[in-house]
């Protein structure tokens, strides 16, 4: 049985980790800075073991139900603090202590010599911490609390190179435009507390993630307590913290510019964990959304036109971490359409493999720039040469996210595939026809931008790294316009100038890859297809049944009435999305094949206009910068606030000082020191005082 | 004479002190204004005295003669008031040289 002392280690390791780091470490014992890096892998290798078996005792069945315990009370409404142990929260459990510890193995290396080491460390710390309690949360305020951290952790560690502007413009700018998300969130949360009678009077607490979810289903007497088009809204709010966090079309633009971090900190949370969270959270309130086929159209659609635009854009950029973000929100887009057409099990399985091979390929990446001195991939090249072991696990990593058969991400994006093709949940059929026609489109994108990446990084003649793009960027000032938006994100790191040293990185580095590459091979074996009846201690769909009979728990009795999808594994349309992988793949080859070392232009600049609108990323953040905050924020709200300051604030604080001022101007005329005058006053008021009496008395 | 008389008197009496008082700048001068005053207020009790108290009071002849009593402490204190201010008047002649009042405004800063 689970004891819940051992599951609150889980979440207070890493955090007291985050305090020994920044309460002792860094202020008294900054020369050993290298403890901040041990303590913490120290804490998240407990935290990881504690987890596996977290995850072990749910899989075998049990069923823990802790007792929230009270924190504060709010007029009728208690806010507890609590626990929330089910399948989909130990998978999370693993996948946020699993990934992070890799990643605090391989900074060791690719962070050696950095000045704030331990302040790197401690704002980690603080990020997983953050991340395992919010996927502990048993209470929808308890939650928002550590979804909020989670963004705060991701803002301090974009910007953690703050003397760069372009690091503190984006850190700014993500958690700006998450925030904007959080209001949704936020109002479904007063919505459920302004309900608090109505959930009180069907004996459920309104912030109870468990309640929330009976709340939903129709009582007994007929009709749910939280209904219909509040419902709907309260769930579209949800879904507006969910896309902001992880993404979502709307508010995609702050995840590529958030590449301005460290690489791990863009692998761990910008990648695997923290950008997940969206995809979690809509999960989390998975019965809810079961109710509504309105918000769930809203995600579908949402979602799958997420990932084929984001992997339109990902087809043309050259900074090898920008292709990476924009095919993580392309992926995040498939797990938000998994949600959305009622395929539950693939979207958290997706969400599973996803965090492994992304996370790979993203310390791939920083293993690259540790070699070539930049992330510019026009002047890389030929590196498979030079860095074997990251070259075959990257080439690993691509592989899986293209969906290749036996890597993970085939298993986990062919049962997405398949339930959009079997249809069934609550949206309609053209809605899932859709869904499934956009995420094929993007299985070929993924494909090709894959490829083009791994051919222009490992592939060809070297070309020169980070020291010729310095020369080339000194030669061409001031650079042309367009290109400007793509070299701020090159430019070299904080602690790596643009050196090249061409070498295979540190075991240090390349170690943790390896254990997420096993992890990318071997993650899609945990949901075989239903002919495979049982793989080592894996029985067939075993991942998906067991978030499915999580969610089927969760619901209680209300299950029977709504079911998620349960894909079988169908030949027709793994065949489909081999097919248009290797098309992707074949066009990528044919394209960039002949241009084996110099030529630096790029082919698909022959698309002329179409090429400008993607690299221009669809005017989509020159639309937000350029429009909404320039013209409409600077000029008109900044440009009315400004005036409303300078003269009715303003203006009414002069008018009391001046009016004020004039009075004991004109008192201080009767205070002239004479002592006749003053007796003249005393008798004029006297006189005053009694004509007042005889006159009105 | 009648009460209304002497009330009459003692009013005018009151009124030319206190014009006295606000308007002369001499400090004797001032000083004997507020003595008119002194003494209208001490001629308004004396006559309340005679021909009020003893209406309300017949029964009681002692405390019938409050007003009188009053004028008499007023006398005794006027005179002591007097040498103090006098005593003020010379101690400020002594630094200024001046008996003006407008001058004397030292206070004021």
Redesign the interface.
């Known amino acids: 049985m689970i004891s819940e002392s051992f599951i609150w280690a889980i979440l207070l390791l890493p955090l007291a980790s985050f305090v020994v780091i920044a309460l002792v470490i860094r202020p008294f014992l900054d020369r050993a800075s290298a403890l901040s890096g041990r303590v913490l892998i120290g804490c998240l290798t407990v935290a990881l073991a504690l987890s596996l078996w977290t995850l072990a005792a749910t899989a075998g069945g049990a069923v823990p139900d802790f007792q929230p315990h009270p924190w504060l009370d709010v007029g009728q409404a208690t806010v507890a603090l609590g626990l929330l142990v089910d399948p989909i929260t130990a998978i999370m459990l693993v996948v946020v202590t699993g990934v992070s510890l890799m990643v605090q193995i391989y900074s060791q290396g690719y962070m050696r010599g950095d000045p704030s080491y331990s302040r790197y460390f401690a704002y980690m710390s603080l990020f997983t911490g953050a991340m395992i309690g919010l996927v502990l949360s048993s209470n929808i305020v308890q939650l928002y609390v550590f979804w909020e951290l989670v963004g705060v952790a991701s803002y301090l560690l974009i910007g953690f190179w703050h003397h760069r502007p372009a690091a503190a413009a984006a850190a700014k700018k993500a958690f700006i435009i998450t925030r904007i998300g959080d209001v949704g969130f936020l109002l479904a949360i007063l919505y459920l507390f302004s309900q608090a009678d109505r959930f009180a009077a069907a004996g459920l607490d309104p912030f109870h993630i468990p309640d929330i979810w009976q709340a939903a289903q129709p009582l007994a007497t007929g009709g749910a307590v939280l209904g219909g088009a509040a419902l709907t809204w309260v769930l579209l709010g949800i879904f507006a913290g969910a896309a902001g966090k992880s993404g979502q079309f709307p508010l995609h633009a702050w995840l590529p510019d958030a590449m301005e971090g460290p690489t791990p900190v863009s692998a761990l949370i910008h990648a695997a964990t923290m950008v997940a969270a969206g995809v979690f959270l809509v999960a989390r309130f998975y019965p809810l959304f079961l109710a509504s086929p309105n918000a769930m159209t809203v995600v579908a659609l949402i979602g799958a036109f997420t990932a084929f635009m984001a992997a339109t854009m990902g087809l043309v950029m050259n900074d090898i971490k920008r292709v990476l973000a924009y095919s993580t929100i392309s992926q995040l887009g498939y797990m938000m359409a998994a949600l959305g057409v009622g395929a539950y099990g693939p979207a958290i399985f997706h969400l599973f493999t996803h965090a492994f091979f992304k996370a790979l390929l993203f310390l791939g990446a920083g293993s690259v720039n540790h070699a070539a001195g930049t992330f510019n991939m026009r002047y890389m090249g030929g590196l498979r040469r030079f860095m074997p072991w990251t070259y075959a696990l990257t080439l690993i990593g691509g592989l899986s996210l293209v969906g290749i058969f036996p890597l993970s991400g085939f298993w986990s994006k062919d049962e997405i595939l398949a339930a959009a093709w079997q249809g069934g949940g609550s949206v309609e059929m053209w809605v899932s026809r859709l869904t499934l026609g956009l995420l094929l489109a993007g299985v070929l994108l993924t494909a090709f931008y894959t490829w083009r990446l791994l051919h222009l990084t490992f592939h060809g003649e070297f070309r020169g790294g980070g020291e010729r793009e310095q020369s080339d960027l000194a030669a061409s000032a001031p650079p042309a316009a367009a290109e400007v938006p793509q070299h701020h994100g090159a430019a070299p790191a904080g602690n790596h100038p643009s050196g090249v040293h061409l070498a295979e990185s540190p075991w240090v580095m390349v170690l943790p890859m390896a254990a997420l590459g096993v992890a990318a091979v071997a993650a899609g074996f945990v949901a075989n297809p239903q002919w495979v009846q049982r793989l080592v201690i894996f029985p067939a769909h075993w991942l998906t049944d067991f978030l499915d009979a999580g969610l089927e728990h969760g619901l209680g009795a209300a299950a029977e009435a709504v079911h998620p999808i349960v894909p079988k594994f169908s030949l027709e349309v793994a065949l489909a999305s081999t097919a248009a992988a290797l098309v992707g793949i074949g066009v990528a080859m044919l394209l960039y094949r002949s241009r084996a070392s110099e030529a630096i232009r790029d082919p698909l600049e022959r698309m002329g206009p179409v090429h400008r609108l993607l690299s221009q990323r669809y005017y989509v953040d020159a639309l937000y910068e350029g429009i909404l905050v320039r013209r409409v924020f600077y000029r008109a709200v900044a440009g009315a606030l400004d005036w409303v300051d300078r003269f009715l604030v303003d203006g009414l604080v002069n008018l009391v000082g001046c009016s004020v001022r004039g009075v004991g101007r004109g008192a201080a005329l009767f ?6 005058w003053y ?2 006053m005393i ?1 004029i008021g006297s006189l005053l005082i009694l004509a007042g009496y005889l006159v009105l008395g | 004479m009648t009460l209304q008389a002497m009330l009459i008197v003692a009013a005018i009496l009151f009124c030319i002190g206190l014009y006295g008082a606000l308007a002369r700048r001499n400090v004797i001068a001032v000083f004997m204004s507020i003595e008119i005053m002194f003494n209208s207020v001490n001629l308004t009790l004396v006559a309340l005295g005679r021909y009020v108290a003893p209406h309300a009071l017949a029964a009681d002849i002692e405390s019938a003669l409050t007003g009188q009593v009053f004028a008499v402490f007023i006398i005794a204190v006027a005179a002591a008031e007097v040498a103090l201010g006098l005593g003020i008047v010379f101690a400020l002649y002594r630094n200024t040289e001046s008996v003006d009042l407008t001058e004397a405004a030292q206070m004021r800063r």
């Open positions: 205070q002239n020191g004479q002592v006749q007796g003249v008798a």
